[in-house]
C-alpha cells in the first residue's frame, strides 16, 4: 500500500534526526511535531478511510453466516463468447472460445488483500474475524486448486490458439474441419467443468483436471504430428514449384 511506503519514510527520516544526539531538542522539535503530524495524518487515512472503505466493499461477507458458500458455488470454467456478458467479472481476460478460471474475484482480492492488512496492524488496522479465518484456513488450500485448474485451461487454451495460429497463416479452417470430431470430444470431458463442477468439490475437481489434461494431451500430440507433416508437403511443394 502506497501509504505504508510514505509512513515507512517518514519513519526514515525521523530515525536520522533522533540519531543527531549533538543537537538540542528545541532545534529538532519542529521536525518531531511534523512527523507526528503526518503520521497520524496517514494513519487516520488508512483507518478511518481506506479500511472503512474495505470492510464496506465486503460487507456482503462479513454479514453473511457462511461467507464461502456462494462463492464456492460458481462452476469452475467459464468459456469467454464473444457475447459473454460476465466477463469482466472474471479473473483472467481472454480470448473468444478460450476458457477462463470462473473463481470468484471478489474472494480472490479479500485473500490477497488480508495478508497487506494484517502488516498494518501496528497502526491500527484490525481484520475482520471472518476475513482472517479465510486467510488463515482457506487461502493456501485454494491457491493451489486454482493453479491445478489452470493446468487444464493453459492446455485447452493452448490447442486452441494452435488451431487459430495455423489457420491465420494458411487463411483457412483446416484444423477446425479436420479436427472437429476430436475437438468435441475434449469439450465432453471439459463440460463437467462449464456447469456442474463447482469449487468446493476438491476430490472430483481433481480428477476432473486429471481427465481434461489427458484428453488435451492426446489431442495436443494429433495437432503437433498433422502440423509437422502439413508443413513438410507444403515445403515439398513450393520445392517442385
Known sequence: MWVR????????????????????????????????????????????????????????????????????????????????????????????????SNFDRQLYNLMKEVATWKKLANFGAVVPSYADDISTIHREPLRVLREYVMLAVRDYNQIIESMEEFEENKNDQLYRKLFKQHLEQTEKVIAPGLNKLKWSSKTILENFVRDVRKSCSELSNKLFVFKNNTLKIYSKCAEIS
Not at 45 to 58: C, D, G, P, V
Request: glycine share 2%.
Open 5 to 100: 511506503c510514505l509512513i515507512h519514510r517518514i519513519e526514515q527520516m525521523k530515525e536520522q534526526v533522533d540519531r543527531l544526539t549533538f543537537v538540542e531538542e528545541a532545534v529538532k522539535k519542529p521536525a518531531l511535531d511534523k512527523y507526528d503530524l503526518y503520521f497520524s495524518t496517514f494513519r487516520q487515512f488508512i483507518i478511518q478511510y481506506r479500511l472503512k472503505e474495505w470492510r464496506e466493499e465486503n460487507r456482503d461477507m462479513e454479514e453473511s453466516h457462511n461467507p464461502m458458500e456462494g462463492k464456492l458455488s460458481k462452476a469452475i470454467l467459464v468459456k469467454n463468447e464473444e457475447n459473454v456478458a460476465e466477463a469482466k467479472n472474471q479473473l483472467l481476460q481472454s480470448k473468444p472460445g478460450h476458457l477462463e
